[in-house]
Nanobody, 115 residues
Framework: QVQLVESGGGLVQAGGSLKLSCASS????????VAWFRQRPGKEREWVAT???????NYADSVNPRFHIWRDNAKNTVYLEMTSLKPEDTAIYYC?????????WGQGTQVTVSS
């Protein structure tokens, strides 16, 4: 049963922008923090940004202030807007949440930034 669904990835030139979405029909995001992670080629998965249940946000140094995370409660969707993209942002991006003691991951969405 798919719990988290990411979308919005694609190919973009360096300096461009993309907006990723993470939606769920079964997990209420306003009650849980939601994070974005990424896995760059040949690297371990790394944390990118989080929006807490209360709305506070945090970012990895490598993406701050280029990336912006926010939540739309009406749509139960979390977004990650990525600007000034660099080739080193190329990765599979995953959303993540913990609900009732269980950790959930989306299937990932590929972001490729060409130089």
């Amino acid at each position: 049963q798919v719990q988290l669904v990411e979308s919005g990835g694609g190919l973009v030139q360096a300096g461009g922008s993309l907006k990723l979405s993470c939606a769920s029909s079964t997990i209420r995001f306003s009650a849980n923090g939601v994070a974005w992670f990424r896995q760059r080629p040949g690297k371990e998965r790394e944390w990118v940004a989080t929006v807490a249940a209360g709305g506070a946000t945090n970012y990895a140094d490598s993406v701050n202030p280029r990336f912006h995370i926010w939540r739309d409660n009406a749509k139960n969707t979390v977004y990650l807007e990525m600007t000034s993209l660099k080739p080193e942002d190329t990765a599979i991006y995953y959303c993540n949440t913990v609900s009732r003691g269980r950790t959930y991951w989306g299937q990932g969405t590929q972001v490729t930034v060409s130089s």
